[in-house]
C-alpha cells in the first residue's frame, strides 16, 4: 500500500513539473528566436492581468492598446469577461489637435502622441536633420550626442543635396513624405531622434545609443556647421555633414533603424514608441521588430504584458531546478522500493535442527 501511495505522488509530481521543466530548457536553449521567448512566457500570463491592463489602457483613453490585448487574449484562448469585450468593441480613437500637431512639425517637439506623429513626419523632410544640426552645433558644447549621431545619419541616407536643401527652405518643408514613401532606415532614424527629445527611450536602450554616438562624432565637422548654414554654403555644409558621424556608426545606427522603421510602417506610432520604451539596447529593437511580424494584431498587447524582451535564465534555473528535485525524489523512491522488494526476495536461512 505505502508503494502504491509513493509511485501516486511521485508521478502526480512529476505530471505537474516535468512538462513546464523540459519547456523552460526548450525556450532557453532557443531564446535567439523572439518568437519562441515570447510565445513560452504568454502561457505564463495569467487572464487577470489581461483584464488589469485593458482596465487601464481604457481609463487612459489607448482603445488601440485594449484591442490588441483582446486580440492576444483570444489567440491564447483566453476568454474575457462580457463587460470589458463590450467597452473595447463601444471605444474610439482620440482625434489629434491642430495646436499640437503644429508644434510638432514646425518644431520638432512633441508632448502627445499627435505632436509626436508631426514631428516625425516633418523630420522624414530635409530640413528636419538640418535643424537639429544647427541648433546642436550652436549650443556646442552642450549638445547631444544621440541627436546629432541621428541627424547625423539622417542627412546620409536620404542622398540630401544643396538644391534639395534650398528646396525645402523655399517651400517651408509644406510636402512631407507619407511614412510608406520613405526608406525603413530613415523612418526609424527619424523616430529614434523624436523619442530622444521627448524622453520616450527606455534609460537602457538611451544608455546604449549614447555609448554608440560618444565615440562617432567629428566634433570639427560639427563646428563647422553654423558658419557654413550663415554663408548659406549649402554643398560644404552637406560634405562637413556627412562627416559628422563616422561611418561604422551610421551603419549599427541604421541596421536597428531599418527594424524601427517596418514596426512604424506595419503597427504605426504608438506601437513604436511602445517598442522603445520597453526595448533595452539597439540589438533588442531588431527582436521585437521579429515579434511584429509574428503577432500583428496582438503586438502592443505584447509589449503591454511585458513578454518581448529580456531573457529566461532566472525561469530556467527555478524549473530545471524542480526538475532535479522530482528526479531526485524519485530515485530515492525507486531505490527504496528495490531494497525492500529484494529483502522480500531474498531467501531466508534454514533454521538448524537442534
Known amino acids: 500500500m505505502f508503494a502504491f501511495l509513493g509511485a501516486l505522488v511521485i508521478a502526480a509530481s512529476g505530471y505537474a513539473v516535468l512538462p513546464d521543466t523540459f519547456e523552460s530548457a526548450k525556450a532557453y536553449w532557443l531564446q535567439d528566436d523572439p518568437v519562441v521567448t515570447a510565445e513560452y512566457r504568454l502561457k505564463k500570463v495569467a487572464k487577470s492581468e489581461y483584464e488589469r491592463l485593458i482596465d487601464r489602457a481604457l481609463s487612459e483613453s ?33 482625434e489629434s489637435t491642430i495646436q499640437d500637431v503644429w508644434v510638432g512639425a514646425t518644431t520638432g517637439k512633441a508632448e502627445s502622441w499627435p505632436g509626436f506623429a508631426a514631428a516625425t513626419l516633418s523630420d522624414f523632410l530635409v530640413i528636419g536633420d538640418i535643424r537639429d544640426l544647427i541648433q546642436q552645433a550652436t549650443a556646442y558644447p552642450d549638445y547631444d550626442p544621440v541627436v546629432v549621431a541621428l541627424a547625423g545619419t539622417g542627412v546620409v541616407l536620404t542622398g540630401v543635396t ?17 511614412v510608406a514613401m520613405v526608406a525603413p532606415e530613415k523612418v526609424g532614424v527619424s523616430i529614434l531622434k523624436t523619442a530622444k527629445k521627448m524622453r520616450k527611450l527606455s534609460p537602457r536602450l538611451e544608455g546604449d545609443l549614447m555609448q554608440i554616438a560618444s565615440k562617432a562624432i567629428d566634433k570639427d565637422a560639427l563646428n563647422s556647421l553654423p558658419a557654413l548654414a550663415r554663408k548659406l554654403d549649402w554643398g560644404g555644409f552637406i ?39 520597453t526595448a533595452q539596447s539597439t540589438r533588442e529593437i531588431g527582436r521585437v521588430g521579429k515579434l511584429s511580424e509574428k503577432f500583428p494584431k ?29 528526479l531526485l525524489g524519485a530515485a530515492y523512491f525507486v531505490f527504496r522500493v528495490a531494497r525492500f522488494t529484494l529483502r522480500l526476495l531474498k531467501p531466508r536461512p534454514k533454521a538448524i535442527a537442534s
Not at 518581448?308 to 530556467?316: E, K, N
Request: net charge positive; proline share 3%.
Open 62 to 94: 489607448d482603445f488601440e492598446l485594449a484591442t490588441s490585448l483582446k486580440s492576444l487574449a483570444e489567440d491564447q484562448g483566453i476568454d474575457l469577461p462580457a463587460g470589458i469585450i463590450a467597452k473595447i468593441d463601444k471605444s474610439t480613437p482620440n
Open 162 to 178: 544643396a538644391a534639395t536643401i534650398a528646396a525645402s527652405f523655399l517651400t517651408g518643408g509644406v510636402a512631407a513624405p507619407s
Open 239 to 277: 560634405r562637413a555633414g556627412k562627416k559628422v558621424v563616422r561611418r561604422e556608426a551610421i551603419d549599427q545606427l541604421a541596421d536597428s533603424a531599418k527594424s524601427l522603421g517596418t514596426i512604424a510602417k506595419s503597427q504605426g506610432y504608438r506601437a513604436t514608441i511602445q517598442t522603445l520604451e
Open 298 to 326: 496582438g503586438f502592443r498587447g505584447l509589449l503591454a504584458l511585458g513578454v518581448a524582451t529580456g531573457g529566461l535564465l532566472v525561469s530556467m534555473v527555478a524549473w530545471t531546478a524542480s526538475g532535479l528535485l522530482w
